[in-house]
């Protein structure tokens, strides 16, 4: 069973705009990224970067466009992400509310570069838990800015675009919970370093919610915890300490997976086989999406798609977007007895 993330970029610059370029079936960047999800293969996917709309739409155009590809995904799961939701504050203090960055996560709109899970899974919509609104001063040992006044304590939430516990129904009845997360870049701002304490607590959440610290019931085995970090734990900007605990959690497995792209980011300390995002120079190459089963779960192989250039595949998805997906097979059977206590990875398949 493979379960996949992978950041697409599907964010456009006002509501309704997506579903008019996916519809029109002409745009290059989508019909790069609907390639590569039949190459991906997984059975159930988190996308990151997808523009929200209401009724679902672009999802199920999104939808209809990969069942033609022969690469049928009958359910699908979206809420109302926090990027582009006015909080009525002038929260970066220019002066004026109102802003892309006076919203709950930044956004031009409200549902501006949202989250959706595509499934071959049924999903039990109606057992999910949002943890969206939750906000960030009741997070315990939250990094707030030196300044954040009490209006701002008051109604900034901490997900920038989400927290969701979705259960997959799994093929004896019972449950495998996706839980999702796009974070904050950890730059764009000030000395306060807002955005950089904000992206190390969106990873603490996890932390905290999986030690039972949280003022709700931690998620129950079996789960895969996914999305975009924004965070590399090695190189890049940011403060990494909780990113770096929440992949040392004995909770949960962190299964470094690689990908087969032949290039090297000097000056960085971290190993270029294991990013999954690249960016022009001098940022380059960074680890930011990740795929973090239960630490109960049986692993058969798990890996980044990002094949070396002489493959076709590599120029899609370098048209896609940025970001490479990261996937994760995990054993069926023992899904289906309750979850295995070993993991065992196959190097071939990375």
């Known amino acids: 069973m493979r379960i996949a993330t992978w950041n697409v970029g599907l964010e456009r610059a006002g509501p309704g705009l997506l579903l008019r370029d996916i519809a ?30 209401l009724g679902g739409a672009a999802l199920a155009e999104v939808q209809g466009q990969l069942a033609a590809l022969g690469a049928a995904y009958p359910w699908r799961f979206a809420l109302p992400p926090n990027t582009g939701v ?6 970066d203090g220019d002066g004026r509310r109102g802003g892309a960055r006076d919203a709950q996560g930044w956004g031009r709109f409200a549902g501006a570069g949202g989250m959706a899970i ?8 109606d057992e999910a838990r949002d943890f969206s609104a939750f906000l960030w001063a009741d997070l315990p040992g939250a990094l707030l800015p030196d300044g954040m006044d009490g209006a701002a304590r008051r109604v900034q939430r901490l997900a ?52 039972g610290e949280m003022p709700f019931p931690p998620p129950a085995a079996p789960f895969v915890l996914m999305g975009d970090a924004n965070l590399d734990p090695v190189d890049g900007d940011g403060r990494s300490a909780a990113l770096v605990a929440l992949l040392a959690s004995d909770a949960l497995q962190d299964l470094r997976p690689r990908n087969r792209a032949a290039r090297t980011d000097p000056g960085h300390s971290g190993d270029a086989a294991l990013d999954t995002v690249l960016y022009d120079p001098p940022l380059g190459g960074l680890r930011l999406d990740y795929v973090l089963p239960a630490a109960g779960l049986s692993v058969l192989a798990a890996g980044v798609l990002w094949p070396d250039a002489p493959d076709p595949l590599a120029a899609v998805l370098e048209q896609a ?28 398949l990375h």
Do not use: C, Y
């Open 24 to 53: 029109g079936g002409r745009d290059p960047q989508i019909a790069a990224v609907l390639q590569g999800l039949v190459a991906l293969d997984a059975d159930a996917v988190l996308l990151t970067g997808v523009d929200f709309d």
């Open 86 to 91: 006015a909080t009525g504050l002038d929260l």
């Open 118 to 125: 595509l499934s071959r899974l049924p999903i039990a919509g």
């Open 321 to 348: 977007s940025r970001h490479r997906p990261v996937w994760v097979d995990l054993d069926a059977k023992m899904l289906a007895r309750g979850g295995a206590v070993t993991t065992r990875l196959d190097a071939a």
């Open 160 to 211: 920038t675009t989400g927290f969701w516990e979705v259960p997959l129904i799994l093929p004896d009845g019972g449950r495998l919970l996706v839980l999702a997360w796009h974070a904050t870049p950890p730059v764009f701002d000030g000395p306060e370093d807002r955005n950089g304490r904000r992206n190390h607590d969106e990873a603490a959440f996890w932390l905290r919610l999986l030690a």
